[in-house]
């Protein structure tokens, strides 16, 4: 055989070895294996497998339940927990993949990562709870005695980016008239830990002001020379965690979806008067451990919705103490947005496309209840006493709400169209901001008559006093007030507490 054709040879032998190497390890060997683990191994207990994705917060507690994993087992459901150390961006990537199936989100976190995405992957399938005093804004009273004071180029917030105290700050930004503050005047750091740390070697002439959650907040507090200029008690629908689904694994697999909101409502029954207990617990789970009291006063600073309080969110039951979701939704992005936290709505003005109300409408069809005992719905609304004039005039002032300048019909106190729509968006305002009062000021011209221009202002407060009250204000929580002649024309809107 000639040099040439052994080398020919040689070579159809190795490509025909190639070739059978090849197949023995796609083909033969998987196919070996796989009856291998089908005779040695056994059939799975569960039918489905469900991926929450979440961070150690408190009040995600029930989610890391062990009586939320057992009722899952009892549907066949198998759980697995992906705790991603709050990193939103990340969490809703896994969710765009299909990596995660569900999540839990606060409603402006989900919005700023849709936002970065330039959509929206996943769909809001249930409220878990609010924040009712766990995140605050805390400094020190002689540097900053109300809000009005913020309103300086040197003041800087001390906060973790990203977090609920950073979307706190930015609803101060957004409702008060704070002009003069800087675009950005943020001073990130890495957790309230630090927040804390840093608020303990500050002087008290400093001008920061300190954002963050329990358990620093109490711990701030027993500081008397600090003040609470702001927190989630005092406000409504802002800070608000939700539990989120892939819209496709939504889609492929509602019923699963039920089930999951069925054990964590059940759950969440269950705990209802041990919660103190379940996140005592559950901190020592996460490696972040509080103490008995601290345990508490996380409690105190967190509103878990049961099932009926989420069917009123959802628009399913009528009832106008709870508010829906759909406005949480608009109102949390006209914050995000006014504050540059987004570049756009990510809803496009479509705050329904946010969330799918359909998975506990068919809970709520089933006559669903977590239990044999009846769950009610937790009176929301905040009813202001009455007061004396003595009383409004003594009033601490909080804050100045920023407003844009009302317009009236030359002359007179009739309110034109757009006058109406801003009143509007004040009314949102208040109704969020429940435990304050708010004195309507009329100013006046100080040319022509300044008699007869001071009447005119008022007038003017008198109908937006009015109208605010038309639109379901209670009357007791505002009064109109003749300001002093300043020059301008506006009407000034400020908040305040009584002084006892």
Not at 8 to 32: D, E, K, N
Not at 39 to 52: A, C, F, K, M, W
Not at 183 to 192: C, E, H, L, N, R
Not at 379 to 403: C, I
């Amino acid at each position: 055989m000639s040099k040439g054709k052994l080398v020919a040879v040689s070579i159809i032998w190795l490509l025909v070895i190639a070739g059978l190497a090849a197949a023995w390890r796609l083909v033969v060997a998987p196919t070996l294996s796989g009856r291998l683990l089908d005779g040695t191994g056994s059939q799975s207990q569960y039918d489905h497998r469900v991926s929450v994705a979440l961070d150690s917060f408190s009040g995600y507690a029930i989610v890391r339940s062990p009586e939320f994993r057992k009722c899952l087992v009892e549907q066949k459901i198998r759980l697995e927990l992906e705790d991603d150390g709050a990193d939103y961006l990340q969490r809703i990537k896994e969710l765009d993949r299909g990596r995660t199936d569900m999540a839990v989100f606060t409603i402006d976190a989900l919005l700023k990562v849709s936002d970065h995405l330039g959509k929206s992957p996943a769909t809001i399938v249930a409220v878990i709870d609010e924040t009712r005093g766990a995140d605050a804004m805390v400094a020190y009273q002689s540097k900053f005695p109300n809000v009005d004071a913020l309103n300086h180029a040197d003041t800087r917030f001390v906060l973790t980016p990203d977090s609920p105290s950073e979307t706190l700050a930015r609803v101060i930004m957004a409702q008060f008239k704070l002009d003069k503050l800087p675009k950005q005047p943020f001073i990130s750091v890495a957790d309230a830990q630090e927040v804390y740390r840093r608020f303990r070697t500050a002087s008290h002439d400093d001008p920061h002001l300190y954002v963050l959650w329990e358990p620093f907040v109490s711990k701030i507090r027993q500081n008397p020379n600090t003040i609470v200029l702001a927190s989630t008690e005092q406000t409504r629908g802002y800070i608000v965690d939700v539990l989120v689904a892939n819209r496709k694994f939504l889609v492929d697999n509602p019923d699963v979806v039920q089930e999951v909101l069925a054990c964590y409502f059940r759950t969440v029954y269950e705990y209802r008067d041990r919660m103190p207990e379940l996140v005592y617990e559950d901190a020592k789970r996460t490696e972040t451990p509080l103490s008995r009291k601290e345990a508490d006063n996380v409690v105190q600073g967190i509103r878990w919705r049961n099932t009926q309080e989420n069917f009123a969110h959802m628009g399913l039951v009528d009832n106008q103490s709870l508010e829906l979701i759909e406005d949480m939704i608009s109102k949390i992005t006209s914050v995000l947005e006014e504050t540059g936290a987004i570049t756009g709505d990510p809803t496009q003005g479509q705050p329904q496309s946010l969330f799918y109300n359909q998975a506990l409408a068919q809970l709520q069809q089933s006559n669903f209840y977590p239990s044999l005992a009846a769950e009610q719905i937790r009176e929301d609304r905040v009813v202001l006493p009455a007061l004396s004039d003595s009383d409004w005039d003594n009033l601490q002032e909080h804050g100045t709400f920023k407003v844009p300048p009302l317009v009236f019909a030359r002359g007179t106190s009739r309110l034109t169209s757009r006058s109406q729509l801003i009143l509007d968006r004040l009314k949102t305002a208040l109704v969020s901001s429940p435990q304050y009062y708010l004195s309507v000021r009329g100013n006046a011209s100080l040319k022509g008559d300044l008699q007869a221009n001071t009447a005119l202002a008022q007038s003017r407060s008198k109908a937006v006093v009015e109208y605010l009250i038309q639109a379901g204000i209670d009357k007791q929580r505002v009064r109109a007030e003749s300001g002093e002649p300043t020059g301008e024309m506006s009407v000034t809107f400020v908040l305040g507490q009584p002084s006892y």
